[in-house]
């Protein structure tokens, strides 16, 4: 079996699930969700499975191995990601805000 093949085992996009965006198989957890654990957070790929059970080491491998063959789609969807985040943060206000407010406002 080739490593495409197994890459494709573990790896799948779907129109509509995750916003098409490449996740483990049979999962919502994206491939940016496990680089983002791995990368940002400095997470284990055993630390990664002790948090998210339901996924095995060789999704974890195959999610990395997906990220490195496409590190610049994957880095450019972290960087929207981030960037709509920010935008989110400085237009609206928290509902613990909201709440903080209406108390002092009292």
């Excluded at 080739?2 to 919502?28: D, F, L, N, W, Y």
């Excluded at 997906?66 to 610049?72: A, L, N, P, V």
């Excluded at 920010?86 to 709440?99: A, D, F, N, W």
């Amino acid at each position: 079996m080739s490593t495409v093949a197994v890459i494709k085992e573990h790896i799948e996009m779907t129109p509509g699930v995750c916003g098409g965006r490449p996740r483990i198989a049979g999962h919502r957890i994206t491939v940016q969700n496990i680089v983002v654990w791995y990368e940002q957070m400095g997470m284990s790929p055993d630390e990664i499975l002790l948090h998210y059970p339901s996924i095995n080491l060789s999704d974890i491998y195959a999610a990395l191995a997906y990220y490195y063959d496409h590190r610049e789609e994957i880095r450019k969807q972290i960087e929207d990601d981030e960037c709509f985040a920010l935008e989110m943060k400085k237009t609206s206000i928290s509902l613990v805000q909201q709440k903080l407010r209406s108390q002092h406002e009292r």
